[in-house]
């Protein structure tokens, strides 16, 4: 290694076989352990000055860690260094600007000096220094490996932060960090020699045996050894350096956490939620967060919700900062479009969603039904599901099939149906149907769009939510059209217009058991009206 080795031809390895690793327990001395260190840092460090790019994140990376470290360091020293490259400028402007970091004018933050007024010098200096570090991280992804890490290092990052703010930790800058260089030596021995890493990777799984174990056989150094001397080599402090290593020591008393072990502690913690695929169902992700919380959650005071809670804003963020920087998160871990609508939909059936329990016509016990905390739930985590899937790129009829789905599985309604505005011939016409007679309802739910004020008109006149309790309530009886009572459909009926820039473009149906109309509560018809409002802007998107 070192000397006797060309970095071009990769990081030299030990070729022993391993049938039973159990030379991987090595005692070696200090002295040769940092002279080995030593060694494959400085080759590392050739191999990654040798491209143009790198050789500039570098120089820019110590640059801004320099002037971090400086105790009177002014804005304008800090504004100088960034101002250097013009597109480091850019886009940090493009980020403090976006959702990440909110509106603060109509016209946004013109420069970075006005960016340091409003946001303060260390949150645009750490945005440049976290720019830059991702950055790296995402030029060197020659792979798609690499680009989920990548990726993992900004989630990572993003989640430390908002654990060291909620919990008052001091320098929540460096949580975020240390989450973000949490795997910064195993990114680089991936990309300078991924032939190694590979190899490492496999005797890992095949022994069941720690990567940072075997990594450190193999190449002479662990994972989390490398990742320290590159992080002090590029000028991180020593607070940060010190700390990136994985945290194992899970039977220690919480109280005896050090701010150092606490640091690992949260960065393990981000880097596990991190890892979790959100291509898989919402019920798989909900286990491995629940298995994750179990491991950590008295250490850090979080509960299931706190971590549900912080794992989708800090994917949402990701999203923000990948729009804002161009950066395409198709067919990664993150990519949420490619998760399949209604892959949750069958877990859980309507009657599992509620509960028995008693109310009278004056809110007590009384033996009848009612919407349960776990149904509420589970609307909303869908409703949030479908927001979160318009932020992005989405088929209509997806979006469309989510909502009819979530209203049909989730509530107590018999029939729900999405109805569409033809407009060469003017009839509203059914386009989605779940529930019973779908065929002939189908076929016979149909209206001419006009001024009359029959209750289906009027409501799109209005664009007014309507709830009819029973067809035969003579307060209702005149308004309802003959097409609908001949047609022999509920006696209990909503409907929802779906209205968009003052156009009538469709409708959602929805009708139940009149015995079942005392559960038309309040929480209810607000979950409704969020479901209609998510399918006008799901409608009106689409047509951008």
């Known amino acids: 290694m070192g000397g006797n080795g060309k970095i071009g031809a990769g990081i030299e390895l030990d070729l022993i076989e391993l049938p039973n690793l159990p030379e991987l327990e090595i ?15 400085e080759d590392l460090d050739k191999k990654m000055k040798s ?13 801004i860690n320099r002037v971090m470290k400086m105790k009177y360091a002014s804005t304008r020293d800090i504004a100088t260094v960034i101002l250097k490259d013009v597109a480091l400028a850019s886009r940090v402007l493009s980020i403090v600007n976006s959702c990440y970091y909110g509106q603060f004018s109509q016209k946004g933050i013109s420069s970075i000096p006005e960016a340091m007024v409003i946001l303060g010098t260390e949150e645009v200096q750490q945005a440049a220094a976290t720019l830059l570090l991702f950055e790296f991280m995402r030029d060197i992804s020659k792979s798609e490996m690499l680009k989920e890490k990548s990726l993992s290092s900004l989630m990572r990052g993003m989640m430390a932060k908002e654990i060291a703010k ?30 190694a890493y590979q190899r490492i990777r496999k005797i890992s799984e095949q022994k069941q045996l720690d990567m940072e174990i075997v990594s450190k056989k193999l190449i002479g150094a662990s994972f989390s ?23 194992k020591d899970f039977n220690m008393d919480p109280n005896a956490l050090t701010g150092q072990s606490l640091k690992r502690l949260v960065a393990s913690f981000t880097n596990e939620l991190a890892g979790i695929d959100w291509r898989i169902s919402e019920s798989v992700r909900q286990k491995k967060v629940e298995g994750i919380i179990k491991r950590y959650g008295h250490f850090l005071d979080l509960g299931l919700s706190a971590a549900d809670g912080l794992l989708n804003s800090a994917i949402e963020k990701v999203e923000k900062h990948a729009k804002v920087l161009k950066i395409s998160l198709r067919n990664s871990r993150f990519d949420r479009s490619a998760v399949d609508p209604s892959a949750d939909l069958q877990i859980t059936s309507t009657e599992e969603l509620w509960k028995t329990s008693q109310i009278t016509p004056n809110g007590q016990a009384d033996g009848v039904r009612q919407i349960s905390d776990n149904a509420i739930q589970w609307i909303e985590n869908n409703i949030r599901k479908i927001e979160d899937a ?35 011939k003017g009839i509203m016409a059914v386009r989605f149907v779940l529930g019973a007679e779908s065929e002939r309802f189908t076929k016979e739910f149909k209206f001419v769009v006009s001024d009359s004020d029959d209750t289906f008109n009027k409501s799109l006149t209005t664009g007014l939510d309507l709830v009819v309790a029973d067809v035969s309530n003579r307060s209702f009886n005149s308004r309802i059209p003959d097409w609908y009572i001949k ?15 003052q156009k009538k473009v469709g409708l959602i149906y929805v009708d139940w058991e009149s015995n079942r109309t005392h559960l038309f509560s309040d929480e209810v018809k607000q979950l409704m009206q969020r479901l209609k409002n998510l399918t006008v802007t799901a409608i009106k998107k689409s047509r951008t």
């Open 225 to 247: 050894q490398i990742g320290s001397g590159i992080a002090s080599g590029w000028g991180f402090p020593q607070s940060i350096v010190d700390c990136i290593q994985p945290f």
């Open 27 to 41: 005692v070696e001395q200090d002295n040769y352990q940092q002279v080995r260190l030593s060694n494959i840092l």
């Open 51 to 63: 491209g143009r790019f790198l050789h500039t994140f570098t120089a820019q990376i110590e640059e």
């Open 166 to 195: 909620g919990a008052k930790y001091k320098t929540p800058d460096e949580f975020q960090l240390v989450a973000m260089l949490y795997d910064i030596g195993e990114q680089i021995i991936l990309f300078c020699d991924p032939e």
């Open 390 to 424: 318009l932020i992005s790129a989405f088929k209509l009829s997806e979006i469309l099939h989510l909502i009819i789905t979530t209203i049909y599985k989730g509530f107590f309604f018999s029939r729900i149906s999405i109805c569409i505005m033809n407009k060469e």
């Open 487 to 501: 047609g022999g459909f509920a006696n209990s009926f909503a409907i929802y217009p779906v209205v968009v820039d």
